[in-house]
C-alpha cells in the first residue's frame, strides 16, 4: 500500500497490445502493486472479453488496491449511437455493474460541442463511475496514425485544451488525462511548450500525462524519456499513464535510485510535504514541528 504523503498516481495499460492476463496481473501487483495505482483497459480491449473472465481481472486489481479504467471506448458508443441518452445510460451502467471505477471521456476522432461533453462528465459522475476525460491539441489522436497524417490533420491551440480541461474539472471530472499525441508522440518534436501551458494553467494533481511514443514496431511503447522528462520538470509526482512493462523502470526514476546522467540521484521529495498540503498550502509559522 502507498504512504499517505505519497501522491502521485501511476496507471498502467492493461490488456491492448499484450494480453495481460489474470495470472499475470496478480504477479505483477504482488511484486509491484506499492507502485500502481490504477489499470486501464485500452483500445475497448474488454468488449472481446468473455464476462467472467473480465470480471475476474477487475477484481484482481481491486484485491491489490488498484482502480481499473475503461479507457477511451466511450467515443464508440457515441458514434454508434448518435449519442442517445439511454443508450449511453446503459452503457454507463453495465461499466459500472461490472466493477469499473474509473470512466474515461476522450474524442481524438469525435466533434463534440464543449457543453456536451461537460453534461456527458456530470452524467457519468451520476451513474457512480469517476470520469476521466482525455483531451489533447491533436485532431485524430489516439489511432496510431503516422506523423505525416497527423501533420496534415493539424493541432489545436494549447489555449483551447486548457480552456475546456477548465470546463471538465468544474463539472465534476475527477481527473484530466492529457494526450500525447501532437506533444510527445507521433511528432518530429516535442511540444514542450503545451506542456508548459498545461502545468501552469491546471493543478498537478488534476493532470494525468499520457508518456506512450510510436516505436518503431509501431505499437505505442511507453517511452522512458517521456516520463523522464516530466519527472525531471513536475518533480517526483507527477500523474503518468504508461505501459505496464515500465512499472520498476518509473518506479526507480521516482525515487531517484536510477536513471539517465540526467536524472540519476537528482529525483528528490519532501516527505512533510503531506502535512504542509493537509493545511491548506499553507506554511504554519511560530508552531513546533510536531503539529504539522
Known sequence: MRHSFEKELTEIR??????VTQTYLDELLKDWGEYVDGVKFAGGAFTLMPEE???ALINTAHKHGCYVSTGGFIERVLSASGGNK????????????MGFDVLEISSGFLSIPTDDWASLIEFTAAHGLKPKPEVGIQ???????????????????????????????????????IE???????????RTDVISAVTSSLPNDKIMYVTLRLSSSSFE???????????QNQGARANLFIDHSQVVQLACLRRGIWGTGSTFARVVTFEGAGEHFRKGGKAVHNEPSEKY
Do not use: Q
Not at 145 to 174: H, Q
Not at 180 to 190: A, F, H, L, P
Open 86 to 97: 439511454s443508450v449511453i445510460s446503459r452503457y454507463l451502467t453495465t461499466c459500472k455493474n
Open 180 to 190: 500525447s499525441e501532437g506533444i510527445t508522440e507521433n511528432v518530429k518534436n516535442w
Open 53 to 55: 473472465r473480465l470480471r
Open 139 to 177: 485532431w485524430g489522436a489516439g489511432g496510431d496514425a503516422s506523423v505525416e497524417e497527423l501533420e496534415n490533420a493539424g493541432t489545436r491551440d494549447p489555449k483551447w485544451l486548457i480552456d475546456r480541461a477548465k470546463a471538465f474539472l468544474d463539472a465534476g471530472a475527477y481527473m484530466i488525462m
Open 221 to 231: 511503447a511507453a517511452d522512458p524519456e517521456v516520463f523522464a522528462y516530466h519527472i
Open 14 to 19: 492493461g490488456p491492448y497490445y499484450a494480453p
